[in-house]
C-alpha cells in the first residue's frame, strides 16, 4: 500500500486541488513550501514569523506551544499570499506528555502491538498540543552499541525492525490522514546512519549494496508498506555521497523502485550541511545538489529559501522540478483535512493528557518491555514481606532517567521512579535510599545549553565521596540491597556515543562494595543500549534490563520485582562483554573457523568472542518447553511456502509469556548467508501447564535476499537450516530444501 487511497478525500480530487493551489502560486510561494522554517530562538536565520507572512512555509519545527501555533497558522491562512496552513511537527519518540519506553525497549516487548499503541497514545497527545507530524519512528539497524542513537530503534534485527516499524506507523498515522487523533509519521533517517565508522556519531558510513538491501533497508520498506507519509534523509557520507544529496537512495530506490509518494525532509540543517562536508562549493550548489536528487523540503538550513530562485532564474533548475516536489507536500495537506481544519483549540491537551487508559498504556508497555537477564536461585520475584530494604544508585530516584532520552521541546520530567514504585508497593513498611555518587558525561551534551531548567553544580569530590560512604551505611544495614544503576538521559541520543560500555562513574565499584558486605543484591538497569555488566553477570544474582521505562517506569519495574508481573521481554541486541567487542551482531556469515569449532574461541587472545547475553534472550518467573517442531514439507518449490510449527508449553507453576523465535541459514548459494536469521516469532502468555502450538510461514520473501553475485533478489534452490527456540542460540533444529 502507498499513501494513495489513505483518505476519504478521493485521488482525483487531491490531484485537482493540488494543481489549482499550484497554479496560482508564485516561485517564492513554492519554495516557501519547500522550506521548514525553525520556531526557536536558537536557531540562525530570519525568524518564522517572518518568512511566513512573506512566502509561507511547508512547516514549523523545534516549537511546542498550541496558542503560538495558532498564531503562526493565522498568519499563514490569512496574511501569507496564498494562504497554505502550516504542518507542525516535532520529535516525538516515545510519547508526548505520557512518556513511554525507548523505542529499544518497545522492540524487546517482541510485541508489534505494544509499539502500536504507545504510538497511538504519543499520537493523540501531540496532536491536541496542535503537532501534525512527528519525526519518528527511527529505523535505523544498529549493530554498534556505542552509537548513541541506538536507543531510538528497534536494534540489530531486520525482521524485528520491520515488524516495529509497521507498528509504530500505524500506530501514530491509523488508516486515515485526516484522524484528528493521529500525526503524519516519518521514517528516519535514510539511509546507514546506524553503521557509522566506530560508532561516533555522524561519522561516514561504507556498506555494500547487500548489507543495504538485505539488512538496513527492511524496515523502510515495511514503513511504506505500513503507508508512512513522509522520510527523512539521513546526515552522513553514505559511501561517499551524503545522504541528503544522494540520488540513489531518494530518487532510485526511495521513489522508483518503491513507489514511495510521499515527501522526504531533510535532518536539521543537513542541505547546507552539504558544504561543510565538501559535497557542494556553497549554498547554492548544496540546494541543486539535493533538490536534484530528490529531497522536497529543507529542514531549517535556509539553502533552499535563500537559492532555488536564483537556480530557477538562471535556468539551473525548471519550475517542473519545484512543481514536483512541491506536489506532494501540498497533497499530504490536502489529505489531512488541513486547509478545513488548521487550527488547534487549546483547552484539548490538558484533557487528553488526563486519560487514565494513557498511564495504563504506559505501565503496560513498561512491563512488557523489560528484560530479566539473571535470577539466581529465583530470587525475583520477592515477597511483599520483605522490611528491611535499601534502594541505592544515582538513578534510583532520577525522573529524567526513568523517562530517558528524547523528549519532546520543553517537557517536565514526571516519571515514578524506582525508588518511588518500590515505596508503593510496600506500603508501611519504610525502604531506605541512598543515591551513591551523582553520575555525569565527560563531555557535556551540546543540547544542554538549550534547557532552560535550572542546572546544580556537579558535586564536588568531597559530596562525591561523602555520597559514596552514606550509600555504604546504608546498604550495611539491609537485608536486601536493590541497585538502580546504568546511564543517564543524556548519555544515550543523539551526540552521544561511547567508547566504552561500562556502567560510567563508580557505580560497578559500589556495586562490588556492597557484594563485598555479603548482602544479597538485585540491579535494575536504566540504560538506552547494551552495557558490558559482565562482572554483575558473574556475581550480582538478580538483574533486570529496564531499559528508560517512561511515565510509569518505576511502577512496572515495581510490579515485575514483586511478582505482580512475569517478565516476558527479550533482548533486541546483543549484549557484549566489552565495549571493544562492537559491533557485535548474531547474523554474522560464517567463516572458516565457524563457532562449532573449539578454535572459535579464540578469536580473541584475551576475551571470548561471544555475546554475553544473545540476541532474543529473555528470562522469566516460569518455565518454558519448546518442541514438537513440524514442517509442512522437507522439500519446496522457489516460490512456494511452507509452514512450521512448533509447541510451546508453560512447564513451571506461575502464568508467563514466551516469545518463540524462528531462525534460518541457507547453506549455500551464489553469495554466503548469515548463520542464522530471525525469519519469524510469536510472543504468547500461558498459564501453568498450559500448551500452545506457534505457526510460522516461510515464503520467497523469507527465502530470498539480495545477491552481490547477482546483482538482483534471488530466491535459489538450496538447503536450509531451521531453529525454533526462546532466543538466537536456539538449537531445536530442521532441515528443508528449496528445490528448482
Ligand atoms: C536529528 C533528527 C531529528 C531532527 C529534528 C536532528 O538533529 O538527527 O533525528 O528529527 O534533529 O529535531
Redesign the pocket.
Known amino acids: 500500500m502507498n499513501n494513495q487511497g489513505k483518505t476519504g478525500i478521493p485521488e482525483s480530487e487531491i490531484n485537482q486541488r493540488v494543481e489549482a493551489l499550484l497554479a496560482k502560486m508564485s516561485l517564492d510561494e513554492k519554495i516557501g513550501q519547500l522550506n521548514q522554517v525553525s520556531g526557536a530562538d536558537f536557531s540562525p536565520g530570519p525568524k518564522a514569523v517572518d518568512v511566513i507572512r512573506k512566502v509561507g512555509a511547508g512547516s514549523v519545527?523545534?516549537l511546542n506551544d498550541p496558542r503560538r501555533f495558532n498564531e503562526l497558522q493565522k498568519i499563514a491562512v490569512e496574511e501569507s499570499p496564498s494562504g497554505i496552513p502550516l504542518l507542525f511537527?516535532?520529535?516525538v519518540i516515545h510519547g508526548y506528555r505520557t512518556i513511554f519506553p525507548i523505542p529499544l525497549a518497545m522492540a524487546a516487548s517482541w510485541d508489534p502491538a505494544v509499539a502500536e499503541q504507545s504510538q497511538a497514545v504519543a499520537a493523540r497527545e501531540a496532536r491536541a498540543a496542535g503537532l501534525h507530524w512527528t519525526?519518528?519512528p527511527?529505523l535505523d539497524i544498529a549493530r554498534d552499541a556505542r552509537w548513541g542513537?541506538i536507543v531510538?530503534g528497534a536494534g540489530e534485527d531486520p525482521f524485528l525492525g520491520s515488524a516495529m516499524a509497521a507498528a509504530q506507523v500505524r500506530g501514530f498515522q491509523g488508516d486515515d490522514f485526516a484522524d484528528p487523533e493521529r500525526v503524519l509519521a516519518?521514517a528516519?533517517?535514510f539511509a546507514g546512519?546506524g553503521y557509522s565508522d566506530g560508532g561516533r556519531d555522524y561519522d561516514p558510513v561504507y556498506l555494500s549494496e547487500a548489507q543495504l538491501r538485505n539488512v538496513v533497508f527492511p524496515p523502510f520498506q515495511a514503513a511504506i508498506k505500513a503507508g508512512v507519509a513522509t522520510f527523512?534523509s539521513?546526515?552522513m557520507d553514505l559511501n561517499n555521497v551524503p545522504a541528503t544529496g544522494n540520488r540513489w537512495l531518494m530518487r532510485d530506490v526511495l521513489r522508483n523502485e518503491w513507489g514511495f509518494d510521499g515527501f522526504i525532509v531533510s535532518?536539521?540543517?543537513a542541505v547546507i550541511n552539504l558544504v561543510i562536508q565538501g559535497y557542494a562549493r556553497d549554498g547554492r550548489e548544496a540546494a541543486l545538489r539535493a533538490l536534484d536528487a530528490g529531497l522536497n523540503m529543507d529542514?531549517?538550513s535556509g539553502a533552499y529559501l535563500d537559492n532555488l530562485a536564483g537556480l530557477v532564474n538562471d535556468g539551473s533548475l525548471t519550475m517542473a522540478q519545484i512543481d514536483e516536489m512541491v506536489r506532494p507536500i501540498l497533497a499530504l495537506k490536502v489529505r489531512m483535512g488541513l486547509f478545513e481544519h488548521p487550527y488547534v483549540d487549546e483547552t484539548l491537551l490538558e484533557k487528553v493528557v488526563a486519560r487514565p487508559d494513557h498511564r495504563q498504556a504506559a505501565r503496560l508497555a513498561a512491563q512488557r518491555s523489560m528484560v530479566l537477564l539473571r535470577n539466581e536461585g529465583g530470587l525475583l520475584p520477592l515477597s511483599k514481606d520483605i522490611q528491611n530494604v535499601a534502594v541505592i544508585g544515582p538513578l534510583a530516584d532520577s525522573m529524567e532517567a526513568t523517562e530517558g532520552s528524547w523528549m519532546v521541546f520543553n517537557h517536565k520530567p514526571a516519571a515514578v521512579t524506582v525508588l518511588q514504585g518500590i515505596q508503593a508497593k510496600l506500603p508501611g513498611v519504610s525502604v531506605a535510599y541512598a543515591p551513591g555518587p551523582e553520575i555525569h558525561r565527560d563531555i557535556p551534551h551540546p543540547f544542554g545549553e538549550f534547557d532552560s531548567a535550572e542546572k546544580k553544580p556537579p558535586q564536588t569530590a568531597e559530596e562525591a565521596e561523602s555520597a559514596y560512604q552514606t550509600a555504604l551505611e546504608t546498604a550495611r544495614g539491609a537485608d536486601l540491597v536493590i541497585m538502580v544503576m546504568g546511564e543517564t538521559a543524556d548519555m544515550a541520543g543523539?551526540f552521544a556515543s561511547r567508547g566504552s560500555l561500562d556502567l560510567p562513574g563508580r557505580q560497578e565499584e559500589l556495586l562490588k562494595d556492597i557484594h563485598a558486605m555479603g548482602k544479597t543484591i538485585v540491579l535494575v538497569l536504566l540504560n538506552g543500549r547494551p552495557l558490558s555488566i559482565r562482572w554483575a553477570a558473574e556475581n550480582v544474582p538478580a538483574i533486570l534490563e529496564a531499559w528508560e521505562p517512561g511515565t510509569e517506569g518505576g511502577n512496572a519495574v515495581a510490579d515485575i520485582l514483586f511478582g505482580d508481573v512475569n517478565p516476558g521481554g527479550k533482548l533486541p541486541v546483543c549484549f557484549p562483554r566489552n565495549g571493544n567487542h562492537a559491533p557485535l551482531y548474531y547474523a554474522r556469515n560464517i567463516t572458516h573457523l565457524p563457532e562449532s569449532s573449539p578454535r572459535y574461541r579464540s578469536r580473541y587472545w584475551d576475551d571470548l568472542p561471544t555475546p554475553l547475553y544473545p540476541f532474543g534472550f529473555g528470562l522469566s518467573y516460569t518455565t518454558f518447553s519448546i518442541d514438537n517442531l513440524k514442517l509442512s514439507a522437507a522439500q519446496v518449490k522457489v516460490g512456494e511456502s511452507l509452514t512450521v510449527t512448533a509447541d510451546v508449553t508453560n512447564t513451571g507453576k506461575v502464568a508467563g509469556d514466551e516469545v518463540v523465535q524462528l531462525y534460518i541459514h541457507q547453506k549455500w548459494g551464489r553469495d554466503s548467508r548469515p548463520m542464522r536469521e530471525l525469519k519469524g516469532f510469536e510472543r504468547v502468555t500461558l498459564q501453568p501447564g498450559e500448551a500452545k502450538t506457534v505457526s510460522f510461514q516461510l515464503g520467497p520473501d523469507e527465502l530470498g535476499y539480495w545477491s552481490t553475485h547477482a546483482g538482483a533478489w534471488i530466491q535459489e534452490a538450496a538447503a536450509f537450516d531451521l531453529w525454533v527456540g526462546n532466543d538466537s542460540t536456539a538449537t531445536l533444529h530442521a532441515e528443508f530444501a528449496v528445490v528448482g
Open positions: 519545527l523545534w511537527a516535532l520529535d519525526f519518528g527511527m542513537r531510538e516519518c528516519k533517517h546512519y527523512m539521513a546526515y535532518d536539521a540543517f529542514m531549517a543523539e
